[in-house]
């Protein structure tokens, strides 16, 4: 996949902001850059230069969490189990496509899984081990805020797992998926994309929100700091792990809502239930959403800052 160049800014460093203008960002100054700003929705290589408004969003996206609902109805009448895993950049806005998933569904039938730090008993056993006993019964969806696949990317980054772990995480992670295929489990993995300017605003927007300030992390922090290293273990984890059984959907995210919407459409374009309604379901925007490594928008110039 592609990516941005450059490094990654961090509180009091001055760096270049397009070709001529000097920009400084800082994590804990209230005021963000407004060339950042300006660059957020377009940095990644993102297709379209405007959001989606909500007038245009909200209608569909309820028409899609009624087919989803209809989805979930058949589930438990056929005992169909579906897992889908989010995984993405820090603020890349998994969590808001988890809850426009699940808004409407039965909670009973539709649980999400987000595992804290292995304990000691855990650290113990097979790695996936922990994620196993998470798999759904009959006529169940589990959505897995983060997955067995954070030892592919923070564990690889942040340095809490070691080349060898990483390494034999990514030779068991497609036999394992291939293991949850087999018994009829039907699996989605999702990887949330945002470009680096995004990412800066959504971060400066949570440190500087009092009602989102709890979303900012010293991980996320550090993060601000390791762009290029979760550029590469994102590369090489999809390259390895994305099967025609399993596959990696990669979403642009820098707009949530059209990546929400793209999202729920593949959901239920790939799966058949009883009442579905192909009209609304329609197509995923193939600028938006697309399959695997190969998936890569057309990249501008970026803004960069450091």
């Given at each position: 996949?592609?990516?941005?160049?450059?490094?990654?800014?961090?509180?009091?460093?001055?760096?270049?902001?397009?070709?001529?203008?000097?920009?400084?960002?800082?994590?804990?100054?209230?005021?963000?850059?407004?060339?950042?700003?300006?660059?957020?929705?377009?940095?990644?290589?993102?297709?379209?230069?405007?959001?989606?408004?909500?007038?245009?969003?909200?209608?569909?996206?309820?028409?899609?969490?009624?087919?989803?609902?209809?989805?979930?109805?058949?589930?438990?009448?056929?005992?169909?189990?579906?897992?889908?895993?989010?995984?993405?950049?820090?603020?890349?806005?998994?969590?808001?496509?988890?809850?426009?998933?699940?808004?409407?569904?039965?909670?009973?039938?539709?649980?999400?899984?987000?595992?804290?730090?292995?304990?000691?008993?855990?650290?113990?056993?097979?790695?996936?081990?922990?994620?196993?006993?998470?798999?759904?019964?009959?006529?169940?969806?589990?959505?897995?805020?983060?997955?067995?696949?954070?030892?592919?990317?923070?564990?690889?980054?942040m340095g809490f797992a070691t080349?060898?772990?990483?390494?034999?995480?990514?030779?068991?992670?497609?036999?394992?998926?291939?293991?949850?295929?087999?018994?009829?489990i039907l699996l989605f993995k999702?990887?949330?994309?945002?470009?680096?300017?995004?990412?800066?605003?959504?971060?400066?927007?949570?440190?500087?929100?009092?009602?989102?300030?709890?979303?900012?992390?010293?991980?996320?922090?550090?993060?601000?700091?390791?762009?290029?290293?979760?550029?590469?273990?994102?590369?090489?984890?999809?390259?390895?792990?994305?099967?025609?059984?399993?596959?990696?959907?990669v979403v642009l995210g820098n707009?949530?809502?059209?990546?929400?919407?793209?999202?729920?459409?593949?959901?239920?374009?790939?799966?058949?239930?009883?009442?579905?309604?192909?009209?609304?379901?329609?197509?995923?925007?193939?600028?938006?959403?697309?399959?695997?490594?190969?998936?890569?928008?057309?990249?501008?110039?970026?803004?960069?800052?450091?």
């Amino acid at each position: 996949m592609s990516d941005d160049p450059g490094r990654t800014g961090k509180s009091g460093k001055t760096g270049k902001a397009g070709r001529d203008r000097p920009v400084r960002f800082d994590l804990d100054d209230p005021e963000l850059p407004r060339a950042i700003k300006d660059a957020a929705l377009g940095s990644g290589g993102f297709p379209y230069d405007k959001g989606l408004k909500e007038k245009d969003y909200t209608p569909r996206l309820r028409a899609l969490q009624i087919e989803l609902v209809k989805l979930q109805f058949h589930m438990l009448k056929t005992g169909m189990r579906i897992v889908c895993l989010f995984e993405g950049r820090d603020a890349a806005g998994k969590g808001g496509a988890i809850s426009a998933v699940r808004e409407y569904l039965n909670p009973r039938n539709a649980r999400i899984v987000a595992l804290p730090k292995p304990n000691e008993t855990e650290s113990g056993q097979w790695y996936f081990q922990r994620y196993a006993r998470e798999m759904p019964t009959r006529g169940e969806m589990v959505l897995f805020d983060r997955s067995w696949y954070n030892r592919a990317g923070v564990e690889r980054v942040m340095g809490f797992a070691t080349p060898d772990q990483v390494g034999q995480f990514l030779r068991e992670a497609p036999r394992f998926e291939s293991m949850l295929a087999e018994e009829g489990i039907l699996l989605f993995k999702f990887y949330l994309e945002i470009g680096r300017e995004m990412q800066m605003l959504r971060f400066h927007e949570r440190r500087h929100d009092p009602l989102k300030v709890w979303k900012l992390s010293d991980m996320d922090r550090k993060a601000l700091g390791l762009w290029d290293a979760y550029t590469e273990a994102r590369d090489r984890m999809i390259e390895v792990t994305h099967t025609g059984t399993t596959p990696w959907t990669v979403v642009l995210g820098n707009d949530k809502r059209r990546a929400r919407l793209a999202l729920i459409a593949h959901l239920l374009d790939r799966v058949d239930y009883e009442g579905k309604d192909a009209g609304v379901v329609g197509t995923p925007d193939p600028l938006i959403l697309g399959q695997g490594p190969d998936f890569r928008p057309a990249l501008p110039a970026p803004v960069a800052a450091a």
